[in-house]
RNA sequence: GGGUGAUUAGCUCAGUUGGCUAGAGCAUCUCGUUUACACCGAGAGGGUCGGGGGUUCGAGUCCCUCAUCACCCACCA
């Protein structure tokens, strides 16, 4: 016997990184092909982040298809990227910035960003390198961060086109303000915490002096600011009172009373006053109810001279007592009760967090939805699960104008500049370097602001490609966007608006929504809690394949699913199973085996396994197209084990080794090489028939001759020995002989059936005895002792109970009418086939019995 | 409060357009060391598909409803 090239154990992170350097090298990610291309480009990591398990399964889900399409001949392109991950990235910078005692407002934005920008170049390299180790088949060459650039022009150039198509404009909405610092913050950035105060009734009288509305607020101070008072549509206390007036007690201004179903009737009163400059909820009500808004609270934390001279200049916390004491005095306060709720606070002083009203740049929505309605609704975009499509499509509709302003240094500064002296005058212009420019004698200040990170990202498709460059021509749209659900409002959504907008096509024809890995309970993953999994030491233990697959098994798109380390470690078994399967055949092979581009069958278990090859190839292929993965691994991890391993190579072992074993080695590797790159890729590089061809670029397997008789015969085998080891294991009979008269077939595959079944032998006999063989029309026996005939006749009898549930079952159905007229006719077929089937079973499990009985008797 | 998803074997989950005698991996039980692999092979047990209604010849699959869980968004005046 050959000594085997190969050791026992296939021990990947001995080859991992010999593998990826070898594609990365030989260019073998980089699109070449002439074909149509499939294009893929990835939704950008954070630079600055090491890489959670859920990119084990993003990486996968990118990776499948595009080395998919690779192999299927297409000009097929994976670009990677990487993001600024804006407010997320200074965040972790200032916790460092804490440590030597300083803050991110101890600099200037210049020196913040050019800090940050040092920061993140020095931990993309770990990122990088744990991207490979995943086996992503990107090409590196083309590799985009989220400020090159590309990207910061692109952004300039979208800003620019939609001002100039009047779609931007200044407008007035609330942020989210520190008055200690004096800076806005985005939403995420507000910590909320839990505090006690109080609510304060408050008696709001009529202006016809027919009566009072008392309204219950925590904020009794924002009465200055109020412009008007709400009740809920329904509230059958307040319909009387809508549309009427009241004054407001200390400011004495009239405000009317409106209906609106925001109000919780079950709250205070179920009257809420409102006080639009100060609160979102009250914003948004007197802009549907078109209410004035008056800011009462400058950026200072200090009341305005919107209100009464003697309140002016004041602080909150003052302002607050002394408009209490004033209600009091007048008679307006009603009660006050103890309350508990959540404020908003400066995640890093503390200071209760104020809505103020402040100006922002806005895109106008309409325009740049509508044609993405379109698309969506001419079905353009093939969404992964469906139903998304009708979501994006809703939320399309409902769309607010989109605040691209944001408040903080690292992003892309926004390139607009104000006139000093006329502050209505905006110019575009990209020197954003400046702070100051001079134009015709007027002096411009640069808009302090960046942009919203989804508003440079929604050019990512073609922004990474280069709007002008070849890859645009080729790679445009792309063939698929894969991503998570959190984003399908925020960014999907947006690629779709500005793709049609500035390139007049969809962005992408598919989009994938995954579902979240969680922890093994079905939690998030969190650092807090400390449940997060590491995708570094499960590829260290089991190898990177062998994660890839495990996180792939079983899931379906957009549904969160637990870890589990059992899947990996079932598909560590599954890649030593590929190497063993390898190490056999290549050993049988020989080294003086050579390629033959035709297999040439010989016998019934070579045209048998040709056959399945060819039909698992049509079925990964169908499930492939469909991004249905988790089904295509099944299909795959069933065929390789199940028909490759346990009956085609167990069945080899009686034959004479043959070139068939070599194809279907090949078969088997291009099918697994999406699933598992590296041990497919590891194995095709041991072969000595391949040179020195690399697995990743050779094509998908192709149909191959096969007869179906023969395979059929092959099939008849297959039951021949089920049954025996059935009956061998069930009445624990000792290697007995199997007797056959007249069955030529039976004699042909004699060693085969020995083998298989580990039976003594098999023995033409001109008369039979022993026990009949149910499950083939061939004659056949096996020699037992009289002693095993009640176990026997046991196990014939349960057999024959259960055909005869399912005589009764399809008996029933065809004797119903309806069925027969209206089931498909195949259907229909099929069931009098499985009928008759039952039938015939039953009558030989029946004959069996009783020359069972009489013979043992 | 709004939205989305889930609920199938002991555990974790598949099950594409309704046609199913409901599957897999792990776990369990029995046997086995036949030289590719014990990260293995052979055999077996285990489920009224969350409850209730409906549509249909036919429902795990579609509709309604209830229950439980999870996530997202909003809100806490």
């Known amino acids: 016997m050959v000594a085997m090239n190969l050791p026992k154990v296939y021990e990947p992170k001995e080859y991992e990184t010999d593998i990826y350097d070898l594609w990365e090298k030989s260019g073998t990610f980089e699109p070449n092909s002439a074909h149509k291309a499939y294009t893929i480009v990835m939704p950008p990591p954070n630079a600055n982040a090491n890489l959670h398990i859920g990119y084990a399964l993003t990486a996968a889900l990118e990776d499948i298809p595009t080395r998919y399409h690779r192999m299927l001949g297409e000009r097929t392109l994976l670009l990677p990227g990487a993001d600024?991950?804006?407010?997320?990235?200074?965040?972790?910078?200032?916790?460092?910035?804490?440590?030597?005692?300083?803050?991110?407002?101890?600099f200037s934005r210049e020196e913040l960003y050019s800090q940050l920008y040092d920061f993140v170049a020095t931990n993309r390299h770990n990122f990088e390198s744990q991207f490979r180790k995943l086996g992503i088949s990107c090409d590196w060459t083309r590799f985009t961060f989220t400020l090159d650039d590309k990207i910061v022009t692109r952004a300039y150039k979208t800003f620019k086109q939609l001002w100039e198509d009047g779609l931007v404009y200044r407008g007035e909405r609330l942020v989210n303000f520190c008055t200690f610092h004096g800076t806005a913050f985005a939403d995420i950035e507000v910590e909320y915490k839990e505090a006690k105060?109080?609510?304060?009734?408050?008696?709001?009288?009529?202006?016809?002096?027919?009566?009072?509305?008392?309204?219950?607020?925590?904020?009794?101070?924002?009465?200055?600011?109020?412009?008007?008072?709400?009740?809920h549509p329904d509230d059958k206390r307040y319909t009387q009172y809508i549309g009427r007036t009241v004054r407001l007690p200390l400011t004495g201004r009239e405000v009317p009373i409106?209906?609106?179903?925001?109000?919780?009737?079950?709250?205070?009163t179920g009257a809420v006053k409102l006080t639009p400059a100060h609160d979102q909820n009250d914003y948004d009500a007197a802009e549907r109810h078109s209410l004035p808004k008056i800011s009462i609270i400058n950026h200072e934390g200090k009341l305005t001279d919107e209100v009464p001279e003697s309140y002016r200049g004041l602080t909150v916390v003052e302002a607050r007592e002394a408009v209490v004491h004033d209600l009091e005095k007048g008679g307006h306060l009603e009660k006050t009760e103890d309350l508990t709720h959540n404020v908003g606070h400066c995640y890093k002083c503390g200071t209760v967090i104020e809505p103020l009203l402040?100006?922002?740049?806005?895109?106008?929505?309409?325009?740049?939805?509508?044609?993405?309605?379109?698309?969506?609704?001419?079905?353009?975009?093939?969404?992964?699960?469906?139903?998304?499509?009708?979501?994006?499509?809703?939320?399309?509709?409902?769309?607010?104008?989109?605040?691209?302003?944001?408040?903080?240094?690292?992003?892309?500064p926004i390139p607009a500049f104000q006139n000093v002296d006329q502050p209505d005058d905006w110019i575009f212009d990209d020197r954003v370097d400046q702070e100051i420019i001079e134009i015709d004698g007027k002096t411009y200040h640069r808009d302090p602001d960046v942009f919203d990170t989804w508003f440079s990202s929604s050019s990512w498709p073609y922004a990474t490609l280069g709007i002008d460059s070849p890859d645009f021509k080729h790679h445009y749209p792309l063939s698929l966007m894969e991503t998570g659900g959190e984003i399908l409002y925020p960014w999907v959504s947006r690629m779709i608006m500005l793709g049609l907008y500035v390139t007049g096509d969809i962005p992408f024809q598919e989009v994938?929504?995954?579902?979240?890995?969680?922890?093994?309970?079905?939690?998030?993953m969190s650092k807090s809690i400390g449940n997060v999994v590491d995708p570094m030491?499960?590829?260290?233990?089991?190898g990177s394949d062998a994660l890839r697959m495990g996180i792939v098994a079983g899931r379906s798109p957009a549904v969160n699913r637990g870890y589990d380390p059992r899947r990996v470690e079932e598909a560590r078994n599954f890649c030593n199973k590929l190497w063993n399967i390898a190490r056999y055949i290549?050993?049988?092979?020989?080294?003086?085996?050579?390629?033959?581009?035709?297999?040439?069958?010989?016998?019934?278990?070579?045209?048998?396994?040709?056959?399945?090859?060819?039909?698992?190839?049509?079925?990964?292929?169908?499930?492939?197209?469909?991004?249905?993965?988790?089904?295509?691994?099944?299909?795959?991890?069933?065929?390789?084990?199940?028909?490759?391993?346990?009956?085609?190579?167990?069945?080899?072992?009686?034959?004479?080794?043959?070139?068939?074993?070599?194809?279907?080695?090949?078969?088997?590797l291009k099918l697994a090489h999406p699933f598992a790159p590296f041990v497919t890729e590891t194995i095709w590089q041991t072969l000595a028939w391949t040179g020195d061809t690399i697995l990743a670029v050779q094509s998908w397997p192709q149909p191959t001759k096969a007869d179906a008789k023969q395979a059929q015969a092959f099939e008849e085998i297959k039951a021949i020995v089920t049954e025996v080891r059935g009956l061998v294991h069930s009445l624990e009979l000792d290697k007995p002989t199997l007797y056959y008269t007249d069955a030529p077939f039976i004699a042909t595959n004699s060693a085969l059936i020995t083998r298989l079944t580990n039976i003594a032998r098999t023995r033409e006999v001109s008369d039979g005895n022993g026990l009949h063989l149910t499950s083939t029309t061939y004659q056949c026996w096996l020699d037992v002792d009289a002693g095993v005939a009640v176990a026997h006749v046991e196990r014939l009898e349960t057999q024959k109970a259960e055909q005869q549930s399912l005589v009764a079952q399809y008996e029933k159905r065809l004797s119903n009418d309806s069925y027969v007229r209206q089931a498909p006719k195949q259907i229909v077929e099929q069931t009098r086939q499985r009928l008759a089937e039952a039938k015939t079973m039953i009558e030989r499990l029946q004959a069996e019995q009783q020359r069972f009985t009489s013979l043992a008797e």
Do not use: C
């Open 358 to 412: 402040r100006e922002q740049w806005f895109v106008d929505m309409q325009p740049l939805a509508k044609p993405a309605i379109a698309a969506l609704k001419a079905n353009k975009i093939t969404f992964y699960p469906a139903a998304k499509r009708e979501q994006l499509i809703g939320y399309l509709e409902n769309l607010r104008d989109w605040n691209i302003s944001r408040q903080i240094a690292w992003g892309i």
């Open 84 to 106: 600024h991950a804006g407010f997320e990235t200074q965040a972790v910078y200032e916790k460092q910035l804490a440590k030597k005692g300083k803050s991110r407002f101890d």
């Open 258 to 268: 409106i209906a609106d179903a925001f109000v919780d009737t079950s709250f205070g």
């Open 197 to 231: 105060t109080s609510l304060w009734y408050i008696r709001y009288p009529l202006t016809d002096g027919s009566g009072e509305v008392i309204v219950a607020t925590t904020r009794p101070e924002t009465m200055l600011g109020d412009t008007g008072v709400a009740v």
């Open 586 to 668: 290549e050993d049988r092979l020989g080294d003086s085996y050579t390629h033959a581009p035709e297999a040439r069958p010989k016998t019934t278990a070579e045209h048998w396994i040709l056959t399945k090859l060819q039909h698992i190839t049509e079925v990964m292929g169908g499930h492939l197209d469909s991004y249905r993965f988790s089904e295509a691994y099944d299909t795959l991890y069933h065929f390789v084990w199940d028909d490759v391993a346990d009956w085609y190579i167990e069945a080899s072992k009686s034959e004479k080794g043959s070139g068939v074993l070599g194809h279907v080695l090949e078969g088997v």
């Open 512 to 524: 994938y929504i995954h579902g979240y890995v969680m922890a093994a309970d079905g939690a998030k």
């Open 537 to 542: 030491p499960v590829i260290e233990q089991y």
